[in-house]
C-alpha cells in the first residue's frame, strides 16, 4: 500500500503548498481521496497516471477539498477517457458538478457515476474482493466523512516443499489455498496448516480529515495500521477549534494513542505557524510514531 500526498495544507494555496489531495495505491486501485485545487498539476508532477483513477472519495463540500474536481473531470474527458468513473461524497456533490457542466453545455463522454452520501452511520461504500471502504462520521461545519481503507485477508500461500513432500496434485491447490484440510486419493487426510503459511497481514489505512476532537471514532478505526488524522492547530490555539471544528496535534495524537494504530500521520495544517515541526514535536508528546505529511511526500505503508 502507497500513500501519495498531493496537498495537506489547511485553506488557501500557496505557492509551495497546496490544499488537501491524496492517491492510496491499495490491491491495484488508485483511490483519489478529496481533490482540492491543484490536484491536477499535483498528479502531473509526480507521475501518477489519470487513467489509473477510477474511484475518487470526497470527504466533505469545502473548496480545499473538492475545487480540483470539476477541472479533473473536463481534463479527463479531453484526455478521451471511456471508462466508468465513481465519485463518493456528500449529497449535493452531483449537483455542483453537474450545474457547472451544464452552465458550460458540456458532459463527460465517460459514465460519471455518483454515490451521494448523507447518513451520520458509517456504511460500506465500497468493496470488492480484495479491499473494503468505509465511511468515518466526522465532526466538521458541513456535514463530513473520512474513510477507513482495508485490505480483505488474501489466500494462504503454498508450502512448496511440504505439497512435494505428501504428493499432492495440482488439482487440490486451489482449496488448499482457501485453507481446506484435504482428503487425497489414497484416502490420507492432511492438515490444511501442514500445506500452507499465512498469507501477508491485510493492512489498513483511516483517512481523518477535517475534524474536531471525536472520541467515538476510536473504535472503528482501533488497531489500524496508519491513521492521517488533520491537525489544523497546536495546542495554543485550542481556543479556536470549538468554533472551526478543527483539531489539534495534541488531540490527533490521543486519537492515535487510544485506538492503538501504528503509524499517525499529521496533515491539513494551518499556514499561520513558522514550522510544521511544531505539530510533529506535540503529538510525539503523546504518541510515538509521528510523522508529518508533506506535499509530494511518499509513504510506503
Ligand atoms: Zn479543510
Ligand atoms: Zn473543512
New binding site residues.
Given amino acids: 500500500m502507497n500513500l501519495t500526498i498531493l496537498g495537506c495544507y489547511?485553506?488557501t494555496p500557496r505557492t509551495l503548498t497546496n490544499?488537501?489531495s491524496q492517491v492510496l495505491e491499495i490491491k491495484n486501485h488508485m483511490f483519489l481521496i478529496d481533490c482540492?485545487e491543484g490536484t491536477q498539476v499535483q498528479l502531473r508532477k509526480h507521475k501518477i497516471k489519470f487513467s489509473r483513477i477510477n474511484h475518487i472519495f470526497i470527504s466533505?463540500l469545502?473548496g480545499?477539498?473538492f475545487f480540483g474536481l470539476p477541472g479533473l473531470i473536463s481534463t479527463f474527458r479531453l484526455l478521451g477517457r471511456d471508462k466508468e468513473m465513481h465519485i463518493y461524497g456528500p449529497k449535493g456533490i452531483k449537483e455542483a458538478i453537474t450545474l457547472l457542466l451544464k452552465l458550460g453545455d458540456s458532459w463527460t463522454n465517460y459514465l460519471l457515476v455518483f454515490h451521494e452520501l448523507s447518513s451520520k452511520k458509517s456504511e460500506l461504500i465500497f468493496e470488492d474482493d480484495k479491499v473494503t471502504v468505509e465511511t468515518i462520521p466526522l465532526n466538521h461545519r458541513v456535514y463530513t466523512n473520512g474513510f477507513l481503507f482495508k485490505e480483505k485477508l488474501g489466500e494462504r500461500k503454498l508450502n512448496v516443499d511440504a505439497v512435494a513432500k505428501y504428493k499432492v496434485d495440482k488439482a487440490y491447490f486451489h482449496n488448499i489455498k482457501k485453507g481446506k484440510n484435504i482428503i487425497l486419493d489414497d484416502g490420507r487426510k492432511i492438515e490444511n496448516k501442514l500445506l500452507t503459511f499465512d498469507p501477508p497481514a491485510a493492512k489498513s489505512y483511516a483517512f481523518c480529515?477535517?475534524t474536531a476532537y471525536k472520541p467515538d471514532i476510536v473504535p472503528q478505526i482501533k488497531n489500524v495500521d496508519t491513521l492521517y488524522h488533520?491537525s489544523?492547530f497546536l495546542e495554543s490555539e485550542q481556543h479556536l477549534t470549538d468554533r472551526t471544528k478543527?483539531a489539534t496535534a495534541k488531540e490527533a495524537a490521543t486519537i492515535a494513542k487510544n485506538a492503538n494504530v501504528k503509524k499517525l500521520i499529521l496533515g491539513?495544517y494551518s499556514t499561520r505557524y513558522k514550522s510544521i515541526q511544531l505539530f510533529k514535536e506535540e503529538a510525539i508528546s503523546v504518541f510515538e510514531n509521528v510523522e508529518l505529511a508533506d506535499d509530494g511526500k511518499l509513504f510506503n505503508l
Fill in positions: 489547511a485553506a490544499p488537501t482540492g466533505h469545502h480545499d477539498h480529515s477535517d488533520e489544523t478543527h491539513h
